[in-house]
């Protein structure tokens, strides 16, 4: 069963910096995983804001593209989100995602439906 969980969230000023970590177990040997990260402010959806395909390749929502950059390590057991210049609308309940019914290359506008496995979530707050 894989079990994803997220760490690193804190409170942080505008145009300041955090680093998003999942930690991945359970994943099943051979097989390939669409991962990535949403988020979701108090009162509305759960949103996407990054994934990343098998070969790394990354994939952002238009409003983090230029501030966030989403990594995995080689074995998909470390999921991190850096987040640079840091708004007060990118306050929210950040989440790690997981699925392998993609073969590992992931939608171009993943939507929460299409993920079956998720972490419990880090809260990030951005004050100014």
């Known amino acids: 069963q894989v079990q994803l969980g997220e760490s690193g969230g804190r409170s942080v000023q505008v145009g300041g910096s955090l680093r998003l970590s999942c930690a991945a177990s359970?994943?099943?040997?051979?097989?390939?995983?669409?991962m990535g990260w949403f988020r979701q402010a108090p009162g509305k959806e759960r949103e996407w804001v990054a994934t990343?395909?098998?070969?790394?390749?990354?994939w952002y929502a238009d409003f983090v593209r230029g501030r966030f950059t989403i990594s995995k390590d080689n074995a998909d057991h470390t999921l991190w989100l850096q987040m640079n210049s840091l708004k007060p609308e990118d306050s929210a309940m950040y989440y790690c995602?997981?699925?392998?019914?993609?073969?590992?290359?992931?939608?171009?506008?993943?939507?929460?439906?299409?993920?079956?496995?998720w972490g419990q979530g880090t809260q990030v707050t951005v004050s100014s």
């Open positions: 990343v395909d098998r070969d790394r390749s990354p």
């Open positions: 995602a997981a699925d392998r019914q993609f073969g590992g290359y992931c939608p171009t506008t993943p939507t929460p439906a299409q993920f079956a496995t």
């Open positions: 359970g994943l099943t040997p051979n097989k390939f995983y669409c």
